[in-house]
């Protein structure tokens, strides 16, 4: 009875969390899949089946008509009209005479269509269409064809992306952007976040609601305003407005809430020990933060780091507001945006776009995702 109580307490809750996290790792993990088996999909497959169909092949409706007249021959005491309906490696698997019932006869049946006349479609898409009078005066008659496409993978998507012009260009530029647009909050918000954690001063409670009150703020609020302000500024001085340097601010204004708010309730977790021993040493604020305080936030400073980073990476309308659409200032993303036409026609090569612009955050990730881990080990071994 102990055992099976000690399971009930012990097992299955901890067998229930796994099963939980699995789930959730499947759910995140298969749209990733779907995407990553639609890159490499041929472009008619894609629009005609879905991605989990790709390894069984695609199956799709055609209506095609058969030869003229004028391809007739004779035949015994009839005439008859034959061909190849499908090219390549596609194969019938059924066929109709009525739009209604394109399916309705399967490939390889001999089907009498009136008047004496038969039709047969074979899997292989060739066919044989028998009168028992000439086919002069008619018009090529329509057929409907349910044809299977094999399963057919191709890197056309990729290359089509790789090789449009100004790509390599919106890569620089997009790591032009996000680096310092990352970096900068990042080195703001750990000073404001020291302050607002250790430092006493008048209206503390007050700056700490209104950074609170800022991460509710929608981005698209406050665009319009923050660019007329920029404007307004850079004709004051005469500061060209699309510039790196108003893109830097804007990212660096819409993230340091979030940052200032994550690093402020972590640093102010600390031990205050170390803190007041330090203070105790003689060490001011700015040796405590730079000394003890920044190494023991690492953790932190990489976790929001990573956000940032994606944010900023994946960003389009701070880009195309602050930095302009021209060629020579065009980021990644709207490169990209631009291959898909004026009316998205060029869809497919989403899926490959999705997959090239992942590849820098991935490496981002798993770079401070080491460091993160490094830096908890740190933080919790205490010196002598």
């Not at 008047?115 to 898409?125: I, K, P, Q």
Request: net charge neutral.
């Amino acid at each position: 009875m102990d055992i099976a109580q000690s399971l009930r307490r012990t097992g299955f809750p901890r067998l229930f969390v796994h099963f939980a996290v699995l789930v959730i790792v499947l759910l995140w993990l298969l749209p990733t899949l779907g995407i990553l088996v639609s890159s490499l999909r041929d472009k008619d497959q894609i629009t005609v089946s879905g991605w989990w169909t790709a390894f069984a092949g695609a199956t799709q409706t055609e209506a095609v008509r058969l030869a003229e007249p004028s391809a007739q021959r004779q035949d015994g005491t009839g005439y008859v009209i034959s061909g190849t309906l499908v090219e390549g490696d596609k194969t019938v698997s059924a066929f109709g005479t009525r739009v209604l019932e394109p399916g309705a006869f399967p490939a390889g049946e001999t089907v009498d269509v009136g008047d004496g006349e038969t039709l047969t479609v074979h899997a292989d898409g060739t066919y044989e269409y028998r009168k028992p009078t000439s086919f002069d005066g008619e018009r090529g008659r329509r057929v409907y064809l349910t044809v299977v496409t094999p399963p057919a993978f191709t890197f056309d998507n990729y290359r089509t992306v790789l090789n449009a012009e100004g790509i390599g260009n919106a890569f620089v530029n997009s790591l032009t952007v996000t680096i310092p647009a990352t970096v900068i909050p990042i080195l703001i918000a750990a000073f404001a976040a020291y302050a607002l954690a250790w430092m006493e001063f008048p209206g503390r409670a007050i700056l700490i609601a209104v950074v609170v009150g800022l991460i509710v703020v929608p981005l698209q609020m406050s665009l319009i305003p923050l660019l007329r302000m920029y404007n307004g500024i850079g004709m004051l001085f005469g500061v060209p407005s699309k510039t790196y340097a108003g893109i830097w601010l804007a990212h660096t204004a819409f993230g340091m809430p979030l940052a200032i708010y994550l690093l402020r309730n972590y640093i102010a977790g600390l031990p205050k020990e170390i803190i007041e021993s330090a203070r105790v040493d003689g060490a001011s604020d700015f040796e405590i933060f730079v000394r003890i305080v920044l190494p023991l936030s690492f953790p932190a400073l990489a976790s929001f780091s990573i956000f940032q980073f994606l944010w900023v990476w994946n960003d389009l309308l701070v880009a195309m507001v602050f930095l302009g659409t021209s060629g020579d200032q065009l980021v990644l993303t709207g490169a990209l945006n631009a291959l898909l036409g004026s009316r998205g026609g060029n869809w497919e090569i989403l899926t490959a776009s999705a997959f090239i612009t992942i590849i820098v955050p991935l490496l981002v990730f798993f770079a401070l995702q080491r460091y993160l881990v490094r830096g908890l080990l740190a933080g919790s071994v205490k010196g002598g």
